[in-house]
């Protein structure tokens, strides 16, 4: 059974010369919201500062300091009872607001009980990190731990230009020996070493091809001119170069994916070198922690201090081997602490976190224990050919990126004027691009910015005949086409392969281009291209007046309901906020659905692929499906809707969002969702289906292009 967290939320601000303490937490199986609590903390750095030689002195005089305040204290208490008497564990979640950052240099991580005086950081029910806060909005994609992947990089300039500045030698093969161990079975990549300088450059273009986890080793130091934190790497020479923090975060924050955990490890020194006095020394790692958080890193492992190797090689191997039982950071950095706790710098290592729940990674699959009840019941509709496809934007995230980042890139070129949370809203983007520009340019402005994305993407491998500077116009239909071919024929599990190896009649997409129709014309099918007729000069055209030839496995009916790229279809796309409006109103009004299309969704199982609940391509099809005649048939057939783990950057209280979508979905129509991507729960869509021996598969293969003249 998955474990179950309360959440505590320790928030400290400054006002003049004193701090407030605001205490709000989250009951997992409860949709009460409680009143947050606000009292005074008598936290005084200057006392601390003096007990920094006892940790356990230490930590009781800050849990007095911070819990001074009785109510404060109570409410404490109270939480953790209640986590107790109800079998969940207690996430503890300290938050320091801008106004108060000197509180970033206090050792948190020392903290004790209030009562007991129980150390607060090595217990499995009890999880300490601290929360950053950023202002990047780019949503936090979980992934499957199957897919994990982790670059060791490691900067271990010639110990002669290190004994220059009083640090250290690294031990390049032990750092790399030991987490490589701890992190078997996840794909790893080294950088750094003999021959192999670890430059800034390299380190940047190494991630930019996606890594979820980064443990980076080297020196850190403090700016003497600038206060700023510093990192000591190589330059190409393989000599020891200094690295301002802030270039590091900057040049992280501007890739297209972020790592998902960075793990800030120094070596110990020996000697201070051009570090600052130790009072400083311990922000080193906290500021540039804070830095990578604001820049769009979810986690960040860092060193508070000179951390001895004793500690760390005994530590993170710890760390990383808990963190791929469950994927729960916080909980992998107790049992890790645990295990030196003995150790004077076991306070050493902090967690700063955007992760509210805690989690680098999940388990795909239905919830609880259904799971072969669920696919017995779907695979025997699937075998007989009584399944419908419908396919949403998520499925194109390996060809051109997420229609999110999308959104974001064209409100950057546009100067879109809203809130920074809104800039990821396509729809909401595009109108205000519409309102400036002509339709016809906002259509272009929105197929450059997939092909750029594209082109990012996929630079190291597409044809330089295709790309500029070879062509000053390439083509959106062509390398699309390119992109769809090879991953269909490298990729096993390639959404559109699986999908073109479904017995399906009927496809039904939310999709602009013609990917769907290209697999399927690869494995020997012949589909049927049908757009939606909601939009013309004259009147829309009805539903009897398309003639549509009988959809069968061999040809299947493809549905684009909400247009398609093309020449002269622009206009027919559902782009902008009032396209759907308008496509809503007119569908529903002159019943634009083709009657093929109408029966097909309310007489099959249905599989909802690559949506976002929230997403206006689901909330507008979806609407208009349950509101189709006969639909009350949708309760004779098992359905899937496929959804990404829910994360809590955007979610206050994940479980509760669970909750909710299963019962939306199973309340409307009998609707069970498998938590993870398209691509997972296709590839296990098939593995059903070939025990069963009913997969159409063909070798994958390439067609004509004049559906890609666009």
Same mark, same amino acid.
């Given at each position: 059974?998955?474990?179950?967290?309360?959440?505590?939320?320790?928030?400290?601000?400054?006002?003049?010369?004193?701090?407030?303490?605001?205490?709000?937490?989250?009951?997992?199986?409860?949709?009460?919201?409680?009143?947050?609590?606000?009292?005074?903390?008598?936290?005084?750095?200057?006392?601390?500062?003096?007990?920094?030689?006892?940790?356990?002195?230490?930590?009781?005089?800050?849990?007095?300091?911070?819990?001074?305040?009785?109510?404060?204290?109570?409410?404490?208490?109270?939480?953790?009872?209640?986590?107790?008497?109800?079998?969940?564990?207690?996430?503890?979640?300290?938050?320091?607001?801008?106004?108060?950052?000197?509180?970033?240099?206090?050792?948190?991580?020392?903290?004790?009980?209030?009562?007991?005086?129980?150390?607060?950081?090595?217990?499995?029910?009890?999880?300490?990190?601290?929360?950053?806060?950023?202002?990047?909005? &780019?949503?936090?994609?979980?992934?499957?731990?199957?897919?994990?992947?982790?670059?060791?990089?490691?900067?271990?300039?010639?110990?002669?230009?290190?004994?220059?500045?009083?640090?250290?030698?690294?031990?390049?093969?032990?750092?790399? #020996?030991?987490?490589?161990?701890?992190?078997?079975?996840?794909?790893?990549?080294?950088?750094?070493?003999?021959?192999?300088?670890?430059?800034?450059?390299?380190?940047?273009?190494?991630?930019?091809?996606?890594?979820?986890?980064?443990?980076?080793?080297?020196?850190?130091?403090?700016?003497? #001119?600038?206060?700023?934190?510093?990192?000591?790497?190589?330059?190409?020479?393989?000599?020891?170069?200094?690295?301002?923090?802030?270039?590091?975060?900057?040049?992280?924050?501007?890739?297209?994916?972020?790592?998902?955990?960075?793990?800030?490890?120094?070596?110990?020194?020996?000697?201070?070198?051009?570090?600052? $006095?130790?009072?400083?020394?311990? #922000?080193?790692?906290?500021?540039?922690?804070?830095?990578?958080?604001?820049?769009?890193?979810?986690?960040?492992?860092?060193?508070?201090?000179?951390?001895?190797?004793?500690?760390?090689?005994?530590?993170?191997?710890?760390?990383?081997?808990?963190?791929?039982?469950?994927?729960?950071?916080?909980?992998?950095?107790?049992?890790?602490?645990?295990?030196?706790?003995?150790? $004077?710098?076991?306070?050493?290592?902090?967690?700063?976190? &955007?992760?509210?729940?805690?989690?680098?990674?999940?388990?795909?699959?239905?919830?609880?224990?259904?799971?072969?009840?669920?696919?017995?019941?779907?695979?025997?509709?699937?075998?007989?050919?009584?399944?419908?496809?419908?396919?949403?934007?998520?499925?194109?995230?390996?060809?051109?990126?997420?229609?999110?980042?999308?959104?974001? #890139?064209?409100?950057?070129?546009?100067?879109?004027?809203?809130?920074?949370? $809104?800039?990821?809203?396509?729809?909401?983007?595009?109108?205000?691009?519409?309102?400036?520009?002509?339709?016809?340019?906002?259509?272009?402005?929105?197929?450059?910015?997939?092909?750029?994305?594209?082109?990012?993407?996929?630079?190291?491998?597409?044809?330089?005949?295709?790309?500029?500077?070879?062509?000053?116009?390439?083509?959106?239909?062509?390398?699309?086409?390119?992109?769809?071919?090879?991953?269909?024929?490298?990729?096993?599990?390639?959404?559109? &392969?699986?999908?073109?190896?479904?017995?399906?009649?009927?496809?039904?997409?939310?999709?602009?281009?013609?990917?769907?129709?290209?697999?399927?014309?690869?494995?020997?099918?012949?589909?049927?291209?049908?757009?939606?007729?909601?939009?013309?000069?004259?009147?829309?055209?009805?539903?009897?007046?398309?003639?549509?030839?009988?959809?069968?496995?061999?040809?299947?009916?493809?549905?684009?309901?909400?247009?398609?790229?093309?020449?002269?279809?622009?206009?027919?796309?559902?782009?902008?906020?009032?396209?759907?409006?308008?496509?809503?109103?007119?569908?529903?009004?002159?019943?634009?659905?083709?009657?093929?299309?109408?029966?097909?969704?309310?007489?099959?199982?249905?599989?909802?692929?690559?949506?976002?609940?929230?997403?206006?391509?689901? &909330?507008?099809?979806?609407?208009?499906?349950?509101?189709?005649?006969?639909?009350?048939?949708?309760?004779?057939?098992?359905?899937?809707?496929?959804?990404?783990?829910?994360?809590?950057?955007?979610?206050?209280?994940?479980?509760?969002?669970?909750?909710?979508?299963?019962?939306?979905?199973?309340?409307?129509?009998?609707?069970?969702?498998?938590?993870?991507?398209?691509?997972?729960?296709?590839?296990?869509?098939?593995?059903?289906?070939?025990?069963?021996?009913?997969?159409?598969?063909?070798?994958?293969?390439? $067609?004509?292009?004049?559906?890609?003249?666009?």
């Amino acid at each position: 059974m998955e474990a179950r967290y309360y959440t505590l939320s320790i928030s400290l601000h400054r006002f003049a010369d004193s701090y407030q303490v605001e205490l709000s937490h989250s009951d997992p199986a409860s949709q009460a919201q409680v009143a947050p609590l606000r009292g005074g903390a008598a936290l005084d750095p200057a006392v601390l500062l003096g007990l920094q030689g006892n940790a356990a002195s230490y930590g009781r005089t800050l849990a007095e300091q911070l819990f001074s305040d009785r109510d404060v204290k109570q409410r404490f208490v109270q939480v953790e009872t209640a986590a107790q008497a109800s079998g969940a564990s207690l996430r503890l979640s300290l938050v320091i607001d801008p106004s108060a950052q000197e509180l970033q240099a206090l050792r948190w991580e020392l903290l004790r009980h209030p009562e007991s005086g129980a150390t607060l950081t090595t217990s499995e029910t009890l999880l300490l990190s601290r929360f950053m806060v950023s202002r990047d909005f &780019r949503p936090i994609k979980l992934r499957a731990r199957s897919e994990l992947t982790a670059v060791i990089a490691v900067a271990a300039p010639p110990a002669a230009s290190l004994q220059q500045r009083g640090l250290a030698a690294v031990d390049f093969a032990g750092e790399v #020996s030991r987490v490589r161990a701890a992190l078997a079975g996840v794909q790893v990549r080294t950088l750094g070493g003999p021959g192999d300088p670890f430059t800034l450059g390299r380190l940047i273009d190494v991630l930019r091809g996606g890594v979820d986890i980064l443990y980076l080793v080297s020196h850190g130091m403090f700016g003497r #001119s600038t206060n700023t934190p510093a990192l000591i790497l190589q330059n190409e020479a393989g000599e020891a170069t200094v690295v301002k923090g802030e270039e590091l975060a900057l040049q992280i924050g501007e890739l297209q994916k972020a790592p998902r955990l960075v793990v800030l490890a120094s070596c110990q020194s020996a000697g201070d070198g051009l570090q600052v $006095e130790a009072s400083q020394r311990s #922000s080193v790692q906290a500021t540039l922690a804070a830095r990578l958080a604001d820049a769009g890193v979810p986690a960040v492992l860092a060193m508070q201090g000179f951390i001895t190797m004793v500690t760390v090689e005994r530590m993170l191997p710890v760390f990383f081997s808990e963190l791929l039982r469950d994927g729960q950071i916080d909980r992998a950095l107790a049992v890790a602490r645990g295990k030196v706790r003995e150790r $004077e710098d076991a306070w050493m290592p902090a967690l700063f976190t &955007r992760l509210s729940a805690g989690r680098l990674w999940y388990t795909p699959g239905f919830s609880g224990e259904k799971s072969k009840e669920v696919w017995r019941r779907l695979v025997k509709p699937v075998q007989g050919g009584k399944v419908v496809p419908i396919l949403g934007p998520r499925l194109l995230e390996a060809v051109h990126g997420d229609s999110h980042d999308t959104a974001q #890139s064209l409100a950057r070129a546009n100067r879109f004027p809203f809130a920074a949370h $809104e800039w990821d809203d396509l729809p909401r983007v595009t109108e205000y691009m519409s309102v400036k520009e002509s339709r016809y340019n906002v259509v272009r402005a929105y197929q450059d910015q997939l092909l750029s994305d594209l082109i990012e993407q996929h630079r190291g491998w597409l044809p330089a005949a295709e790309l500029p500077p070879a062509t000053n116009k390439p083509k959106l239909g062509k390398l699309l086409a390119l992109v769809g071919d090879r991953q269909r024929e490298d990729n096993p599990t390639d959404p559109y &392969r699986i999908l073109a190896e479904l017995p399906a009649s009927v496809y039904m997409t939310a999709n602009f281009d013609p990917l769907l129709e290209r697999a399927l014309k690869a494995n020997k099918r012949e589909p049927q291209q049908v757009l939606t007729r909601w939009r013309y000069q004259k009147a829309p055209q009805s539903a009897a007046e398309q003639t549509i030839a009988e959809p069968s496995v061999k040809a299947p009916l493809v549905y684009h309901a909400f247009g398609a790229f093309g020449p002269g279809s622009d206009e027919g796309l559902v782009l902008t906020e009032d396209d759907y409006f308008d496509y809503l109103i007119h569908t529903s009004a002159a019943r634009l659905t083709p009657p093929e299309v109408e029966s097909a969704l309310v007489d099959n199982s249905l599989l909802f692929l690559g949506f976002r609940l929230t997403d206006w391509h689901f &909330r507008v099809l979806f609407r208009l499906m349950m509101n189709l005649p006969g639909r009350e048939r949708l309760k004779q057939y098992c359905h899937v809707a496929v959804q990404l783990d829910p994360d809590m950057q955007s979610m206050a209280d994940v479980e509760g969002a669970k909750a909710y979508l299963a019962e939306y979905f199973g309340k409307e129509a009998n609707i069970d969702i498998y938590w993870g991507s398209a691509e997972e729960f296709l590839g296990a869509l098939r593995a059903e289906l070939a025990a069963a021996g009913s997969l159409t598969a063909e070798p994958a293969g390439k $067609e004509a292009e004049d559906e890609w003249n666009f």
